[in-house]
């Protein structure tokens, strides 16, 4: 489960990397779902990788 650091560090890499993207909406929309996916332990889907990818990185 994500606590408010985890959290923290996820978004906050997110923007660093891909803030000025032009998908940048639903690359963070897509985060937010995986985030929730994640913590219910649910298979994290179809999201986009580069969330999936920071989404594992940061699971605590």
Do not use: C
Request: glycine residues 6%; proline residues 2%.
């Amino acid at each position: 489960m994500f606590d408010k650091t985890a959290l923290d560090a996820l978004f906050d890499e997110l923007k660093s990397k891909y803030g000025n993207d032009a998908d940048w909406e639903l690359l963070l929309r897509d985060a937010h779902l995986g985030v929730a996916r994640s913590d219910a332990g649910v298979d994290l889907g179809a999201i986009d990788p580069r969330a999936s990818e920071l989404i594992k990185a940061h699971a605590a």
